[in-house]
């Protein structure tokens, strides 16, 4: 039987935390949206959010969170 619930999402939770953590060690960023934000997370730990400008270029700044 498939798992469901609380159980599936324990199995996800689990296989995204290892994929973060490898990607980490292979010293590359990760990236994923946060309260509507689109987030780059280097291997470092640094967090930044990703803008687009009105002329379409992408600008990165260091996020802080609260």
């Known amino acids: 039987m ?4 609380k159980e599936l999402q324990a199995i996800l ?4 935390d290892q994929a973060r953590k ?12 946060r309260e ?3 987030i780059r997370e280097s291997a470092d730990g640094q967090k930044y959010e990703i803008l687009i400008d009105d002329s379409g270029n992408r600008i990165e700044r260091i996020l802080h969170e609260q």
């Open 13 to 16: 939770d689990k296989a995204a």
């Open 36 to 38: 509507k934000k689109r």
């Open 2 to 5: 498939l798992p469901k619930g």
């Open 22 to 33: 490898e990607a980490k060690q292979a010293g590359a960023s990760i990236y994923y949206i």
